[in-house]
């Protein structure tokens, strides 16, 4: 059952609204400290807030404050306030302040139950999208559900249908250029072509004339007129990848193409406008390399309108193993021998492995073992990693446990905030004294 906090002073409208709403767990909250401890014991997803609370019943200031507190605490909480019927200044202005609806009193409960009926349907809806986005990272070429990677999500939906020029920042093999094809897929330009040079592994006098083409004639090998990557972008998506690889000399011809938008081929004197959407990507520090005069400062600041950082797999620690699992199924679509998993030892060592070469290196390892492997498990050693010693620290996969922990950490940090004062600490994790009691007692927490 779905649970309605109700905030309010009046115990007539405390009656009112507690038996108007029999399909909600109602609970009432009269104060401040009995709303913002109701709001943490049992999370309600929707909310009614009178305005007018003690100390401050005649105006709304308390009231105000309230919603600022709870909308802090927990920002997808439907809020929904109940003012004075000639209060339509507070009322505006808690929907400025992130309220999701007001309703003038008096009350009426048909009225008021349509409208909290509704605040529940937007927050069920909002918690399932969030859900499906968080499980579907897939769709921007991302497997796994780090914080990290949602990030690098959320960044990539809010950048793919502007025109920005992006800069993204990672380690060799933490797919920088997914994310570049994710941005240029989800934009308005995903019909045309996207082309993708690696600044690094062409040869610095062939790099030119690459990126901007070469006329007939212009050197020694140039029997035709040819177009250069740049050129064959025009209305899609250019990425640059490893430019902190591009030879110095370059960098201006770049700058120049970056801010004129128009580009000269090799042997040329004509200038050919290219409208193209801008992606770089690097795994070197160019604050360093511009300190070093080896990047130009001002070519820095026009490719990084708005930087990416691509977290490396060591900092993915819980996407390790879904990454694994998904690679071992790619491996197993194209083997006539099909692995049914990893082993403990294995999995202890993916998780211990540093993975310097991030997840292609892990991709590489998935797919080697699963040839190498002799039995229905893959091992530490089809792995080619180091087992780990069984003195070790166990890996804590079993759920009570990782929740003991956090509670046990949970409690000693609320204690230490309230300075050991029971009722206080009581109401930070949002349960009852009897219960921290009896928490306290089975972690042997104590309160020094």
């Known amino acids: 059952m779905d649970t309605l906090l109700v905030i309010e002073d009046d115990p007539g409208i405390q009656k009112q609204l507690k038996w108007c709403f029999p399909q909600y767990e109602v609970v009432m909250a009269d104060d401040r400290k009995s709303a913002i401890t109701a709001l943490r014991r049992y999370e309600p997803k929707v909310i009614t807030l009178d305005l007018g609370l003690?100390?401050?019943?005649?105006?709304?200031?308390?009231?105000?404050?309230?919603?600022?507190?709870?909308?802090?605490?927990?920002?997808?909480?439907?809020?929904?306030?109940?003012?004075?019927?000639?209060?339509?200044?507070?009322?505006?202005?808690?929907?400025?302040?992130?309220?999701?609806?007001?309703y003038h009193k008096p009350i009426d409960d048909d009225i008021?139950?349509?409208?909290?009926?509704?605040?529940?349907?937007?927050?069920?809806?909002?918690?399932?999208?969030?859900?499906?986005?968080?499980?579907?990272l897939e769709a921007n070429g991302f497997i796994g559900n780090s914080p990290q990677i949602q990030q690098v999500c959320r960044m990539i939906e809010r950048i793919a249908p502007t025109e920005i020029t992006t800069l993204i920042l990672g380690e060799?093999?933490?797919?920088?250029?997914?994310?570049?094809?994710?941005?240029?897929?989800?934009?308005?330009?995903?019909?045309?072509?996207?082309?993708?040079?690696?600044?690094?592994s062409i040869p610095e006098h062939l790099l030119e004339s690459e990126?901007?083409?070469?006329?007939?004639?212009?050197?020694?090998?140039?029997?035709?007129t040819t177009a250069g990557k740049i050129e064959c972008a025009d209305g899609g998506t250019l990425f640059l990848d490893e430019i902190g690889d591009m030879p110095y000399p370059l960098q201006a011809k770049i700058l120049r193409f970056l801010q004129e938008k128009v580009i000269?081929?090799?042997?040329?004197?004509?200038?050919?406008?290219?409208?193209?959407?801008?992606i770089c990507a690097t795994h070197q520090n160019l604050e360093q390399m511009m300190t070093?005069?080896?990047?130009?400062?001002?070519?820095?600041?026009?490719?990084?309108?708005?930087?990416?950082?691509?977290?490396?797999?060591?900092?993915?620690?819980?996407?390790?193993?879904?990454l694994a699992r998904y690679f071992l199924q790619q491996a197993n679509q194209q083997s006539p021998r099909k692995i049914s998993g990893f082993t403990d030892d294995a999995i202890r060592a993916m998780l211990q492995h540093s993975w310097p070469g991030n997840i292609r290196e892990l991709q590489n390892k998935v797919k080697s073992a699963v040839i190498m492997s002799d039995n229905k498990f893959?091992?530490?050693?089809?792995?080619?990693?180091?087992?780990?010693?069984?003195?070790?620290?166990?890996?804590?996969?079993?759920?009570?446990?990782?929740?003991?922990?956090?509670?046990k950490q949970a409690i000693a940090k609320a204690l230490s905030l309230s300075n050991g004062n029971m009722s206080h600490t009581a109401n930070i994790l949002g349960i009852t004294r009897p219960t921290l009691y009896s928490l306290m007692d089975k972690y042997t927490v104590k309160n020094e």
């Open 378 to 407: 893959i091992s530490s050693l089809d792995l080619a990693l180091q087992p780990i010693e069984d003195d070790l620290e166990p890996l804590a996969l079993n759920l009570r446990q990782v929740r003991e922990a956090a509670e």
């Open 54 to 102: 003690p100390p401050d019943e005649a105006n709304a200031s308390e009231g105000l404050a309230i919603l600022q507190e709870i909308l802090a605490l927990a920002p997808d909480t439907k809020v929904i306030v109940i003012t004075g019927n000639d209060d339509k200044a507070n009322a505006l202005k808690a929907i400025e302040l992130g309220a999701h609806d007001f």
């Open 211 to 224: 990126l901007f083409g070469f006329e007939k004639g212009a050197f020694t090998g140039a029997h035709k």
């Open 112 to 136: 008021l139950a349509v409208i909290i009926d509704r605040a529940f349907v937007v927050a069920k809806l909002e918690s399932e999208n969030i859900n499906l986005r968080q499980s579907s």
């Open 264 to 278: 000269e081929r090799v042997g040329g004197r004509q200038e050919i406008p290219v409208d193209v959407k801008i």
């Open 172 to 200: 060799s093999g933490t797919g920088k250029e997914v994310i570049a094809r994710a941005i240029h897929a989800k934009g308005p330009r995903a019909d045309k072509p996207f082309i993708a040079i690696n600044c690094a």
């Open 292 to 322: 070093d005069k080896t990047f130009r400062e001002d070519l820095f600041y026009r490719i990084s309108e708005i930087t990416i950082q691509n977290p490396p797999l060591r900092d993915r620690e819980q996407d390790i193993l879904i």
